[in-house]
């Protein structure tokens, strides 16, 4: 499509973290398949892409109009060049449904992948600078065509350093997400976290929820922060990402179900 080599380089600057918010919904079914589904808000970053293109360039590429599209992410992936094959693998069954309207202010990105098995899930969810996690897949499927974001300018850390800090386990029973000492003191040594901490401290907040759908009731969490449904069988965090710079451990959780 027309607009999708400009909106790689857009999308490639707001993989940086910055102003928008993100719903994880996760489906475990009996047998370990299920549904890994990722929706980012990312409409406040209109104003953005309105300042840093410019209204001239969003009309030539056809951005100035509204866009609702679905887009196979094993065509988007085949045709990237960064993709690993098994980042092609885990979200060949997947697509994304992109909704844009410049003029309303709206810009919407929602991922559903199927997956077949609990060491799939792992995968998707991983941190510990693993290829396979959705955030590094992401960056993958807009890299294409050898497009980069811009190199000047001060350089956030991206939600793959993020995630980076967290090794997760998932077997039959559990879920696992711990914090790795040695890769959160390497991503605080960066400079760049400042601006972060800073965005903090401002009252700014990027809102992330993740939502766990389990084949059996929770047996043990071990994070007050984590909801449970009445059946037990749903499990919600809701959390600023931006407060796991300063204390990582407090998202830190075991679940067994």
């Known amino acids: 499509m027309k607009f999708l080599k400009f909106l790689a380089v857009t999308l490639l600057c707001v ?36 300042s840093f293109a410019g209204e001239e360039a ?11 599209t679905t887009i196979l992410m094993k065509d988007a992936m085949d045709s990237a060049s960064e993709a690993t094959p098994e980042q092609k693998e885990l979200v060949k069954d997947g697509k994304m449904n992109l909704k844009m309207n410049i003029k309303e202010k709206i810009f919407k990105i929602d991922m559903n992948v199927p997956y ?3 060491n799939s899930l792992q ?19 807009f890299g294409k065509g050898g497009e ?21 386990t998932i077997k039959n029973g559990l879920i696992s997400r711990k914090v790795n000492a040695e890769r959160f003191k390497a991503l605080t040594e960066k400079p760049e976290l400042a601006q972060l901490k800073q965005m903090g401290s401002t009252g700014m907040e990027i809102l992330y929820t993740t939502s766990l759908k389990l084949p059996r009731a929770v047996k043990k969490s071990d994070n007050p922060i984590i909801k449970l449904s009445d059946d037990k069988k749903t499990v919600t965090m809701k959390y600023n990402l931006l407060d796991l710079l300063e204390t990582p451990e407090k998202f830190a959780y075991t679940i067994e179900y």
């Not at 995968?123 to 499927?141: E, P, R, V, Y």
């Open 123 to 141: 995968q998707l969810m991983a941190g510990g600078g693993s290829t396979t996690g959705m955030s590094s897949i992401f960056k993958s499927m």
């Open 15 to 50: 993989c940086a973290v910055s102003c928008y918010e993100v719903n994880e919904e996760i489906v475990i079914n009996d047998d370990g398949s299920g549904t890994y589904v990722t929706k980012m808000d990312m409409s406040q970053l209109i104003d953005l892409m309105q």
């Open 148 to 168: 980069k974001a811009p190199t000047d300018g001060p350089k956030e850390p991206e939600m793959g350093d993020i995630a980076n800090i967290y090794d997760v």
């Open 116 to 118: 077949k098995n609990l």
């Open 58 to 68: 969003l009309t030539k590429e056809g951005l100035d109009r509204a866009i609702d």
